[in-house]
């Protein structure tokens, strides 16, 4: 199939509350996937404790892809949760793509948990939310968005041949080949781009209505991905060419559970019990007993996305509108730096 070089995206953004122009540009996915891609890093008690990926989001004010619009960083509502603990976080620190002569820009953002919320989230309970961001994060940047009449919706998968077995690109952060301080200190993103298919659309009909679910690709994900950018090929009517789509976001895998087998590792003159060891203390002469178990965590090597087609028409959402407030109202406490400021967290 030949592929399409050419993808409409929206640039330009702000100049007030969150506004900017924009301008159409043609960029090429992956070559450019860095520039709609963001590093999330999420903090509690000046410790890091999510490392997540996000994407750049311009929220147009009106119908018109070129006119003004809002910047948004888009991700995985449970990336503001502590993954161990599930507490909310603090707050997040999001690194922006810069051109390569520039410096790095890491956004603090502040997270304000209680309704009314400085985020959008998910009315349908997707595990999704919308970060609105000061308008001077697009200073400088070099970053891209993609339109909303890319974004694959219910109502839009006949006409643009979105179907099972399309080719699709996950464009997420993969802490494992971030090192330190080289990649947290370059003024361009790095994002990791895995390669393979779409296995199941999440919208279904049923009786009238469009049931969603999470759509499903034939990605390995881990650590980091969540939140990541995922986009569709899908071919013309001709199927000569292909056209990128917005997809969705990485929300992480379902860990095979029947594939757990029970077996017990002989521990010979350690115990009469296979699966135990006795310890016995030399002053005491008491016997402690304990059990070792070992779990592989079974990754089906198949992702699930969240769709993402509630971005249609965020622009009238009273949440993202009061997020929006909320954010312009305390834009003193979104700062910028150039470097991580809990550094030695940034090993990690």
């Known amino acids: 199939m030949k592929t399409k070089k050419a993808l409409r995206l929206l640039s330009v953004c702000f100049c007030c509350a969150g506004l900017s122009f924009g301008q159409s540009i043609y960029e090429t996915f992956p070559d450019?996937?860095?520039?709609?891609?963001?590093?999330?890093?999420?903090?509690?008690?000046?410790?890091?404790?999510i490392f997540g990926s996000a994407s750049i989001f311009f929220v147009p004010v009106s119908t018109n892809n070129a006119g003004p619009a809002f910047v948004c960083a888009v991700t995985a509502l449970h990336n503001l949760k502590d993954k161990e603990t599930g507490d909310p976080l603090d707050g997040l620190y999001l690194k922006i793509n810069m051109r390569p002569d520039a410096k790095p820009r890491y956004v603090k953002v502040p997270l304000k948990h209680a309704p009314p919320r400085n985020y959008w989230i998910s009315p349908s309970g997707l595990d999704l939310a919308v970060i609105p961001l000061p308008p001077e994060v697009r200073d400088g940047a070099d970053v891209i968005t993609m339109k909303e009449d890319s974004?694959?919706?219910?109502?839009?998968?006949?006409?643009?041949?979105?179907?099972?077995?399309?080719?699709?690109?996950?464009?997420?952060?993969?802490?494992?080949?971030?090192?330190y301080p080289a990649d947290y200190t370059d003024p361009q993103n790095t994002p990791t781009i895995r390669m393979g298919h779409l296995s199941r659309l999440g919208f279904q009909s049923v009786s009238n209505t469009t049931a969603i679910r999470?759509?499903?690709?034939?990605?390995?994900?881990s650590p980091g991905n969540s939140g990541a950018t995922v986009v569709v090929w899908t071919p013309d009517k001709d199927g000569h060419i292909s056209n990128p789509m917005f997809l969705g976001i990485v929300h992480g895998f379902v860990e095979e559970g029947d594939s757990y087998k029970q077996y017990q590792i002989p521990l010979p003159q350690?115990?009469?019990?296979?699966?135990?060891?006795?310890?016995?203390?030399a002053e005491s002469a008491t016997t402690n007993r304990?059990?070792?178990a070992f779990k592989t965590i079974a990754n089906p090597n198949?992702?699930?996305v969240i769709p993402v087609h509630e971005l249609l028409g965020l622009r009238d959402s009273q949440e993202f509108l009061s997020?929006?407030?909320?954010?312009?109202?305390?834009?003193?406490?979104?700062?910028?730096?150039?470097?991580?400021?809990?550094?030695?967290?940034?090993?990690k």
């Not at 450019?32 to 404790?49: E, H, I, M």
């Not at 997020?323 to 090993?347: C, E, H, V, W």
């Open 32 to 49: 450019q996937g860095k520039q709609a891609s963001v590093l999330l890093l999420g903090y509690r008690s000046n410790d890091f404790k």
């Open 214 to 221: 999470h759509h499903v690709i034939d990605i390995h994900s």
């Open 323 to 347: 997020a929006l407030a909320i954010m312009s109202q305390n834009k003193p406490r979104y700062s910028f730096s150039t470097t991580l400021p809990i550094a030695d967290n940034g090993k």
């Open 151 to 179: 974004i694959v919706t219910p109502t839009n998968i006949t006409t643009a041949n979105v179907v099972p077995g399309l080719i699709v690109q996950m464009l997420c952060m993969q802490p494992a080949y971030w090192s």
């Open 302 to 304: 198949l992702t699930d």
């Open 290 to 292: 304990f059990v070792l």
């Open 270 to 281: 350690a115990s009469t019990q296979t699966n135990t060891i006795s310890l016995v203390s």
